[in-house]
């Protein structure tokens, strides 16, 4: 018997929704967070972290250990939760099962029934494998676009030694290069970098495309008609 749960408890049933509602995707460590602040009259939502699920049982949240917040938060009682996924806000209703105080506090939740998802971005994303050439005023590079839209992509370059290319920022202008069409011809366009990261000997840019190229942007929205009609 689960130490969490009473014999009556029906945590652990079939649920009629899971004919239905399909599994989370919440992976462990991503930050939640509890609007409104069960603490606070601001607009500032409380912020947690997933830690553990079982699928159309129950959910394990951490959350800070603050002064009177288990009192807002007792067996029953419905909070909303909210998380962020590849530009998507995801909201659920759960209910408080029970806490755990050590080492830090834990909160059992129920598992929704439902989910709401609100788009952030402008443009759909896909997963892609595309090669890419970029000229920047620092030098050029070869990397893999790995993710596209139609407003931006992002690019992931494997720096050799002390490159000149880690001093690419934010707002720099570059000159991209692929290949979007069957005959082979390459499209070109300009990308202005919206952030940079560096680890070890990878570069990872974020790009938004300037959408006046309209022949850049015609061809990449064929290619990714294509490539979401084969997905």
């Known amino acids: 018997m689960n130490p969490f749960f009473k014999s009556s408890d029906t945590a652990f049933a079939h649920k009629q929704y899971q004919e239905t509602m399909p599994k989370l995707g919440l992976a462990p460590n991503i930050p939640v967070f509890l609007p409104p602040n069960p603490l606070s009259r601001r607009s500032v939502p409380l912020q947690g972290e997933f830690l553990g699920i079982s699928h159309y049982d129950f959910l394990i949240l951490r959350l800070p250990s603050i002064p009177g917040l288990v009192k807002k938060l007792l067996p029953h009682t419905r909070v909303e939760v909210r998380y962020l996924t590849e530009g998507a806000v995801n909201t659920f209703t759960t209910e408080v099962i029970t806490h755990s105080f050590k080492p830090t506090l834990i909160l059992y939740t129920t598992y929704p029934d439902r989910m709401s998802i609100l788009e952030t971005r402008k443009h759909q994303r896909v997963s892609c494998a595309l090669p890419i050439t970029l000229t920047t005023a620092h030098g050029d590079a070869v990397g893999v676009v790995w993710d596209l839209s139609l407003g931006g992509c992002r690019v992931a370059i494997e720096l050799k030694g002390q490159s000149n290319l880690r001093q690419l920022a934010a707002n720099d202008t570059v000159v991209l290069q692929t290949v979007l069409s069957s005959d082979g011809q390459p ?45």
Do not use: H, M, P, T
């Open 187 to 231: 499209s070109r366009g300009v990308g202005i970098i919206r952030n940079v990261e560096v680890a070890g000997s990878r570069l990872s840019l974020g790009l938004s495309f300037d959408e006046n190229n309209k022949s850049f942007i015609d061809a990449l929205s064929g290619y990714l008609d294509l490539v979401q009609v084969l997905d």
